[in-house]
């Protein structure tokens, strides 16, 4: 690798430090909670249980090689597991690869389960949502 080859890496891992420390800034800054990630798998959710803050944005993510969906589990004559006042969750089809975000607003439990494209195949996750203390 050539000098100029050593130095443009060398930048550009920099530079992406530098956006990445930015960004964990501004959610600081901000009193926004840094994004959770859940992750999709064809052997279920990991994690199963989350906790974070009010406000706080919530990724799902497609790790498994099959479109996946992820909603709110339906409980109680399938009226959706969110707080009252809290909007259901919905990703539509996530091809694999693909990432869906939620940014949950109102404190309390939500519900939420992956449905495995073709098979049916359910996994259920819970996200705790958090009063900021």
Known sequence: MTRAGRSARAWTGAAAVAVAVAGVSACAESGTPPPAEV??????LDPV????ATGG?????????RPQRVVSLGLDGDAPAVPEGAAPLDS??????????????VPGEYVVEAVLAGTGTRTVTTIEVEEPS
């Open 39 to 44: 992750r999709i798998t064809t052997a279920g």
């Open 92 to 105: 539509g089809r996530l091809v694999a690869g693909a990432t869906f975000a939620a940014r949950l607003e």
């Open 57 to 65: 944005e919530v990724r799902f993510v497609n790790r498994s090689d």
């Open 49 to 52: 249980r989350l906790e974070t």
